[in-house]
T-cell receptor, first 113, second 119 residues
Framework: GESVGLHLPTLSVQEGDNSIINCAYS??????FIWYKQESGKGPQFIID?????DKRQGQRVTVLLNKTVKHLSLQIAATQPGDSAVYFC????????????FGKGTMLLVSP | NAGVMQNPRHLVRRRGQEARLRCSPM?????VYWYRQLPEEGLKFMVY????????ESGMPKERFSAEFPKEGPSILRIQQVVRGDSAAYFC?????????????????FGAGSRLTVL
């Protein structure tokens, strides 16, 4: 079946370091991917997205890389701040013409001052 | 713009009771999605609705669960005869008309969730 999973359940970094969160997906038909940030007690918040016809996309302090050959997705956060501490989910779209997403389990990012 | 509003934020029910969770989408949004998040797991899609129509309920349990999005008022996720395994956070999301992978933006706005605890 289709699945989106994350390699590491917890990532601890120092403030100012760069963070890399990884994600593997199994559905080769997936053509749209999103990263969400979920802070404690809140709903998921959109960070950045990427389509399968792209390898890289940059936002403010964040970069998403897509490797379709090995079905791997990563989120890079530059100069990580304590406010970045949260659970990060990757999700893929079923691509059925309307918006449904399959989420991975999430990676907890802990940023120490 | 108040965003996606969910209520109640916390709901406690005893086994066998009914739970009703409400979701008001963002102003102007016509698509509503419900997700369930079990402890330490990612969100699982349950159902996708437009006004007065269920578009995709492939993630809904076959029994006890139902959802509606009436012409007027919020979307409601209803769980009948709750069991302990129903304890979870239920998130609602909405998106504007025309969103979808073929039309471009595929971004959902999520509410803060409703946390159901079944005793």
């Amino acid at each position: 079946g289709e699945s989106v999973g994350l390699h590491l359940p917890t990532l601890s970094v120092q403030e100012g370091d760069n963070s890399i969160i990884n994600c593997a997906y199994s559905n080769s038909a997936s053509d749209y991917f999103i990263w969400y940030k979920q802070e404690s007690g809140k709903g998921p918040q959109f960070i950045i997205d990427i389509r399968s016809n792209m390898d890289k996309r940059q936002g403010q302090r964040v970069t998403v890389l897509l490797n379709k050959t090995v079905k791997h997705l990563s989120l890079q956060i530059a100069a990580t701040q304590p406010g970045d501490s949260a659970v990060y989910f990757c999700a893929d779209s079923k691509g059925s013409g309307y918006s449904t997403l399959t989420f991975g389990k999430g990676t907890m990012l802990l940023v120490s001052p | 713009n108040a965003g996606v509003m969910q209520n109640p934020r916390h709901l406690v029910r005893r086994r066998g009771q009914e739970a009703r969770l409400r979701c008001s989408p963002m102003k102007g949004h016509s698509h509503v999605y419900w997700y369930r998040q079990l402890p330490e797991e990612g969100l699982k899609f349950m159902v996708y609705l437009q006004k007065e129509n269920i578009i995709d309920e492939s993630g809904m349990p076959k029994e006890r669960f139902s959802a509606e999005f009436p012409k007027e008022g919020p979307s409601i996720l209803r769980i009948q005869q709750v069991v302990r395994g129903d304890s979870a956070a239920y998130f609602c999301a909405s998106s504007p008309p025309g969103t979808g992978i073929l039309s471009g933006a595929n971004v959902l706005t999520f509410g803060a969730g409703s946390r159901l605890t079944v005793l």
